[in-house]
């Protein structure tokens, strides 16, 4: 297996997420994500989206999000790292 090492990497740090979700999350999801920002995206016949900004203490907190998602039977459309 090839593990090369990314300098911009990190298991443990701090990064800025931006993940997309099917459905409406209103403005109270944002305590229960860890205070992420939540905007609503509707596009024409199809249903919404809820884009989630926030920044992410370690990729331990990010599963708790995404379980959170995943619990609520909310379709995980896209996880992206923006920036550390």
């Known amino acids: 297996m090839n593990h090369s090492k990314d ?17 409406v999350l209103s403005q109270d999801w944002s305590e229960r994500l860890r205070g992420m920002q939540i905007e609503l995206k509707h596009r024409k016949g199809k249903k919404p989206i809820s884009v989630l900004t926030g920044k992410i203490p370690d990729q331990g907190s990010l599963g708790g999000i995404l379980k959170t998602l995943y619990e609520f039977h909310l379709p995980i459309i896209q996880v992206r790292k923006l920036h550390d």
């Open 7 to 23: 300098e911009n990497f990190g298991f443990s740090k701090p990064a800025i997420y931006q993940i997309k979700v099917e459905g």
